[in-house]
């Protein structure tokens, strides 16, 4: 039997083709950098970028994030944020 004859003429079959082992959409998730998000004003602190103007250096990873630090919108405490994935 080869594989034609294996196969119904009706069944569906889920293909996965990974090209390069990244999608471009999935690259900020890839580079291993996580993303934040104010559940009271909204803003949102991404690792990679930092927020150098508030004192966290870009690759400042959320664990590294002092726990007295605040949402510089609305000074909202370090445990009043989620993690989001964009």
């Given amino acids: ?13 889920p293909i996965l083709i990974v090209f390069g082992g990244r999608n ?16 009271i004003c909204g803003w ?14 870009p690759g400042t990873r959320w664990e590294d994030v002092p726990l007295n630090w605040t949402c510089p919108e609305c000074g909202a405490r370090k445990e ?3 993690l989001v994935e964009i």
């Fill in 1 to 13: 039997m080869n594989m034609h004859q294996a196969v119904k003429s009706d069944a569906i079959i």
């Fill in 24 to 39: 471009r959409a999935n690259a900020k998730m890839d580079n291993g950098f996580k993303t934040w998000m104010c559940l």
């Fill in 44 to 57: 949102v602190y991404d690792e990679e970028k930092g927020a150098p103007e508030d004192g966290l250096a």
């Fill in 80 to 82: 009043d944020f989620e």
